[in-house]
Structures are given as C-alpha cells and as structure tokens.
C-alpha cells in the first residue's frame, strides 16, 4: 500500500513506516500528530484511486520526529572584470515525519 501527497507545492510517494523530510512545519513540535489530507493517489491491494484532483476521504497520519536542516549550499557569482564577487550560503530547514497509516 501506497499513496501519493502533495505536500507546500511537492509531491511525495510514501507508504506506512517511512520516514521522509518535508518543508519546515514551525508550528510542529517532536512527538505531534499530522494529518496530510492532499492525497493524489492512493494504491491498495493492486486497485488504485486517482483523484481528480484529490482522492476523496483520503488522508495520510504521520508523527513528527524533530527538525533538521539540510546540507550547505555555497552560491556564488562572478562578474567578469568587475572587481565585484558574492558570496552566500543557505541550509533548507526541514521537518522529519514518520508515516504511520494511510486512510482510503
């Protein structure tokens, strides 16, 4: 059993017991309860519902585990005999939550 979620804009295909990392969910904290109701398309023993554009009834339970923040990323521009170089950096902050059942 599977399912299809949309997630801020981002689609994810999680079955129960995995752990995935979305977006940050600041007003989340360890231990809560979600309840994802953006289901695309939820697939249990071989039949599959597509839902045009959400499967009605449908919705995702997971646990929040904690936050986290995503690797370094450097960026960097350059102008060509300008004298003139930047330098930034950015660490995505995410939220880790575990898929506990899927609702159909």
């Not at 752990?19 to 109701?37: A, N, P, R, V, Y």
């Amino acid at each position: 059993m599977y399912a299809v979620i949309k997630e801020r804009g981002k689609q994810y295909k999680v079955e129960p017991g995995q752990s995935i990392e979305i977006d940050l969910k600041e007003d989340t904290k360890k231990g809560d309860t979600l309840e994802l109701t953006d289901v695309l398309m939820v697939s249990k023993d071989g039949a599959t519902q597509i839902g045009a554009p959400t499967v009605e009834n449908a919705k995702v339970i997971s646990e929040v585990q904690g936050h986290t923040k995503g690797k370094k990323l450097v960026i960097m521009k350059f102008r060509r005999r300008k004298d003139s170089r930047t330098k930034n950096g950015h660490r995505q902050k995410y939220t880790k939550i575990k898929i506990k059942e899927i609702i159909s």
